[in-house]
Nanobody, 116 residues
């Protein structure tokens, strides 16, 4: 079973940037879709961005144009570059397979807090 470890979160002012990383303990080369999710207090986990093995990406409307997902299959790592952060981006961010796939066990996530 692949283990996922998210990192890179922190406290940032509105308009700032963060780069999240997700290191997998096993190969993600054959995983068609890897994604980032987030869960804000009192809300359900939501898909933020997804990346396919073939380079395709898709984004939630709320982050399109500000966030960029990428993956390095050789390093078994998925990244999320977050720019122009807003207070409403505050959440715990997780990575896992894209929606529609049986997920790996969820990691601890990384907290992102955006102050106004």
């Amino acid at each position: 079973q692949v283990q996922l470890v998210e990192s890179g979160g922190g406290l940032v002012q509105a308009g700032g940037s963060l780069r999240l990383s997700c290191a997998a303990s096993g190969s993600i080369f054959s995983i068609n879709s890897m994604a980032w999710y987030r869960q804000a207090p009192g809300k359900q986990r939501e898909l933020v961005a997804a990346s396919t093995t073939y380079g395709g990406t898709n984004y939630a409307d709320s982050v399109r144009g500000r966030f960029t997902i990428s993956r390095d299959n050789a390093k078994n790592t998925v990244y999320l570059q977050m720019n122009s952060l807003k207070p409403e981006d505050t959440a715990v961010y997780y990575c896992n397979k894209g929606s529609g796939y049986v997920p790996f066990s969820w990691g601890q996530g990384t907290q992102v807090t955006v102050s106004s």
